[in-house]
């Protein structure tokens, strides 16, 4: 079993356990005796990236998590509770999920609005996080394109997850749709979300190179059926900037990966 760091003494935020997906009444199976523990680190969270070739099943883990989705067979848990109405976490995917009706600052605050929280202070609380992601100014616009940005309107998503939930961030490919400019810059946001807010973010890409800059452990996933089949720790400094891309370790990182893609099938 592949473990972040296990500590029989600190509970587990994420836990995916025995975790097999069929379709079709088990002839075939998409994932199949998958286990992975992600270890709560309080104060201090952590940056998980998941990598794979399509289909192998990156998407789905996070479903799991999420509660968007149960597996065939095994079980799912979120700070040590299976997933359910009362522990779900919120996800940004790739496709901008704003509600185009609502203003920014409605749709960031919306997951407090259903848990009955009065208007000022949700408000209160949605405008810090409106703060932390540079939407200070555009807080009463509708939350549509071209209104805000394609960037722009990532950033409602995030802040939108982080205030229903702030210890775990789910993110599905968040910027494939975004120009390299906006990519970069969203990639420094949430370099600053994790060292200020301390989130557990688990985050998928096909893309090596920011795999490398964002994360603190990398998983790599086979597919046919889907396994983990390598773990990579990221040994770069905590805080991050542009910068470490020209360090010779960064680019190491980048061909070790790459490489283990390789070794493992799931690069040609």
């Given at each position: 079993m592949i473990k972040f760091n296990d500590n029989p003494n600190q509970q587990n935020i994420v836990e995916l356990r025995g975790i097999s997906q069929s379709y079709d009444g088990g002839k075939n199976y998409i994932i199949k005796d998958l286990n992975l523990l992600i270890e709560d680190k309080p104060n201090q969270g952590q940056f998980i990236v998941i990598l794979g070739m399509s289909g192998s099943g990156k998407s789905t883990l996070l479903r799991y998590i999420a509660g968007l989705q149960e597996p065939t067979t095994g079980t799912v848990k979120v700070k040590g509770k299976p997933v359910g109405a009362d522990n779900r976490v919120s996800m940004v995917f790739q496709q901008y999920s704003s509600l185009p009706w609502m203003s920014v600052l409605d749709n960031v605050s919306l997951a407090m609005r259903y848990k009955g929280i009065s208007e000022k202070e949700r408000n209160e609380k949605a405008m810090e996080i409106i703060e932390i992601m540079g939407l200070k100014g555009h807080e009463h616009k509708y939350a549509q394109y071209p209104t805000l940005s394609g960037g722009q309107l990532q950033?409602?998503?995030?802040?939108?997850?982080?205030?229903?939930?702030?210890?775990?961030?789910?993110?599905?490919?968040?910027?494939?749709?975004?120009?390299?400019?906006?990519?970069?810059?969203?990639?420094?946001?949430?370099?600053?979300?994790?060292?200020?807010?301390?989130?557990?973010?688990?985050?998928?890409?096909?893309?090596?190179?920011?795999?490398?800059?964002?994360?603190?452990?990398?998983?790599?996933?086979?597919?046919?059926?889907?396994?983990?089949?390598?773990?990579?720790?990221?040994?770069?400094?905590?805080?991050?900037?542009?910068?470490?891309?020209?360090?010779?370790?960064?680019?190491?990182?980048?061909?070790?990966?790459?490489d283990r893609m390789v070794s493992v099938g799931e690069l040609g």
């Open positions: 950033r409602v998503a995030i802040g939108r997850s982080l205030l229903a939930n702030s210890e775990i961030l789910l993110m599905d490919e968040p910027f494939g749709a975004l120009d390299v400019k906006t990519r970069l810059q969203m990639q420094d946001l949430l370099t600053s979300i994790w060292n200020k807010m301390h989130p557990t973010i688990i985050f998928v890409t096909h893309d090596i190179s920011e795999a490398v800059y964002l994360a603190e452990d990398i998983y790599i996933l086979k597919s046919a059926p889907s396994h983990i089949a390598e773990h990579i720790h990221v040994d770069l400094p905590f805080n991050r900037t542009r910068q470490i891309k020209r360090d010779p370790r960064f680019i190491e990182l980048v061909h070790e990966v790459e």
